[in-house]
T-cell receptor, first 113, second 113 residues
Framework: DQQVKQNSPSLSVQEGRISILNCDYT??????FLWYKKYPAEGPTFLIS?????DKNEDGRFTVFLNKSAKHLSLHIVPSQPGDSAVYFC????????????FGTGTLLAVQP | SAVISQKPSRDICQRGTSLTIQCQVD?????MFWYRQQPGQSLTLIAT?????????ESGFVIDKFPISRPNLTFSTLTVSNMSPEDSSIYLC??????????FGSGTRLTVV
């Protein structure tokens, strides 16, 4: 039972354009969402997060949008740079006593120069 | 955010043997998490380790196969026991929570031959 899904396994974007990565979830108890970037042979690196009380959070080139009614979030990267090429994971947490993260399946982003 | 030192970074092991992975955190944390990333897959939570109590394992993971120690608030180990080629994965530890973010170790790339 995959509670967090990223339906696009890969995405290719031209340098300077916008990258939009999507994520859907099924558990309505999730109230905190995060995006991570991962290079091979490294641990995931935190990018940006959003709590369920917000619908948008922005940090530099990265913006995360949350649509609770649709159980959908997206990560926008503008402008995209070749160094952004990596696997991107969304993750969700229901907080509370466990605090554990449930990860999506990942999207491989390739930014073409 | 916390800094995690994870070792070994990689290892090649014979089937039937065991490998212990260590994570050292630069600050005291209540919960530590252990994840597995199989080739081409997402990160899957193995267990949550609290200091002073037995680890809580996710469905599909058992203590006999993945014993965890948590002797203090800055250190934890995960042992992969009686290894088979199917255990070849990246293993990662993590600390954090929804209220102060999650940090990951750099991962241990395990190959079982």
């Amino acid at each position: 039972d995959q509670q967090v899904k990223q339906n696009s396994p890969s995405l290719s974007v031209q340098e300077g354009r916008i990258s939009i990565l999507n994520c859907d979830y099924t558990n309505s108890m999730f109230d905190y969402f995060l995006w991570y970037k991962k290079y091979p042979a490294e641990g995931p690196t935190f990018l940006i997060s959003i709590s369920s009380i917000k619908d948008k959070n922005e940090d530099g080139r990265f913006t995360v949008f949350l649509n609770k009614s649709a159980k959908h979030l997206s990560l926008h990267i503008v402008p995209s740079q070749p160094g952004d090429s990596a696997v991107y994971f969304c993750a969700a947490s229901a907080g509370g006593a466990t605090n554990k993260l449930i990860f999506g399946t990942g999207t491989l982003l390739a930014v073409q120069p | 955010s916390a800094v995690i030192s994870q070792k070994p970074s990689r290892d090649i092991c014979q089937r039937g043997t065991s490998l212990t992975i260590q994570c050292q955190v630069d600050s005291q944390v209540t919960m530590m998490f252990w994840y597995r990333q199989q080739p081409g897959q997402s990160l899957t939570l193995i267990a949550t380790a609290n200091q002073g109590s037995e680890a809580t394992y996710e469905s599909g993971f058992v203590i006999d196969k993945f014993p965890i120690s948590r002797p203090n608030l800055t250190f934890s180990t995960l042992t992969v026991s009686n290894m088979s080629p199917e255990d070849s994965s990246i293993y990662l530890c993590s600390v954090g929570g929804w209220d102060y973010g999650y940090t990951f170790g750099s991962g241990t790339r395990l190959t079982v031959v």
